[in-house]
């Protein structure tokens, strides 16, 4: 592979705290190795239409600290035919780019790894999500600082469930996934908690209801993953309600707000250490990978690995929950 002596590094899907802490990593390790950087705004939508700028140690000062991604993000349609990646191919070509650094998820690097195959270009990814659903790291950069802001959340919500004596279900992002649920489900004290992975029994969990508030149990915190066979949090609430019984129940879907805010202290080492680890890879002429994180040791993993494979959810988990509420 031919020298590298510019790279540019872009942020798509959805955002995730950490993802500034990432870009400043690529930018500052990139600098030290006296390669120029440009940023590109708006993900591939800004790669297609050549949305390039120029990058120096100042551009990413003061920003470790922020949410979101001051490059943006954007969903592109356009990227996912032959002629809209030919064009981000050619905006490369006319920069005299000769690598590509990506932040994302699972989306961002199935379009990097055909990309890739197309041009044969040289790509390296971060998994930024907070789903923290990718196969090939531990933790994806932004899933911590979710996890706590779900936490601190459900916390309030839980000194008004015992108010009121109520049973409150919270849904929380995770679309196919049960990571968040979980660990938001054990770190909260949750009565129970609802994952994707594991099919719901509806019936079972109304059992449990009715075994608390006999146990005198005035209120429950169930933790809902939004991607749940059983429809979400409300539909689940509504399969409660036909039950008949005098539950006084009420649903919160937490939302984006598990997006945004400042990254926690462990996403800003993660993204830190993924960050110049991404550019000592294309360095070492490795390309179509992501870097990741087992065991506190950085790892790089094929995108087709880290796409082709399931991550799962460890039962135990569900076990401990069970366990923390008998």
Do not use: C
Request: glycine letters at 10%; charged letters at 25%.
């Amino acid at each position: 592979m031919a020298k590298i002596k510019k790279i540019a590094v872009l942020t798509s899907g959805g955002d995730a705290p950490g993802m500034n802490a990432a870009i400043r990593a690529v930018v500052r390790k990139a600098l030290s190795e006296n390669l120029k950087v440009y940023g590109i705004l708006r993900g591939y939508e800004g790669l297609i239409k050549g949305d390039f700028i120029p990058m120096n140690s100042k551009s990413v000062g003061n920003i470790i600290q922020l949410g979101g991604t001051i490059l943006k993000t954007a969903r592109s349609e356009k990227f996912r035919t032959v002629e809209g990646r030919q064009q981000a191919y050619n905006n490369l070509i006319e920069k005299e780019i000769d690598a590509l650094v990506v932040i994302g998820g699972d989306g961002t690097f199935k379009g990097a790894r055909i990309f890739a195959e197309e041009h044969n270009f040289p790509i390296v990814g971060l998994p930024g999500t907070i789903d923290n659903d990718l196969f090939g790291t531990d933790m994806t950069i932004g899933f911590d600082t979710a996890i706590n802001t779900a936490v601190e959340a459900i916390d309030k919500i839980r000194d008004t469930a015992a108010s009121h004596e109520r049973i409150f279900f919270i849904e929380v992002m995770g679309r196919d996934a049960g990571f968040i649920a979980l660990r938001v489900g054990i770190a909260s004290g949750a009565e129970a908690v609802i994952v994707p992975e594991v099919p719901t029994d509806l019936e079972q969990l109304h059992n449990r209801l009715v075994e608390y508030m006999q146990r005198k149990k005035t209120s429950s915190i169930i933790i809902v993953a939004e991607g749940d066979d059983a429809g979400g949090a409300f539909e689940i609430k509504k399969a409660m309600e036909k039950y008949g019984d005098e539950f006084d129940m009420k649903v919160t879907v937490l939302g984006h707000i598990q997006r945004g805010g400042s990254p926690t202290a462990y996403d800003r080492y993660l993204a830190s250490r993924l960050g110049v680890a991404a550019i000592d890879a294309l360095l070492d002429d490795q390309r179509s990978v992501m870097v990741g994180m087992i065991n506190r040791q950085i790892v790089y993993v094929p995108f087709n690995q880290t796409i082709k494979h399931h991550k799962s959810i460890d039962q135990t988990l569900l076990d401990i929950v069970d366990i923390l509420n008998t």
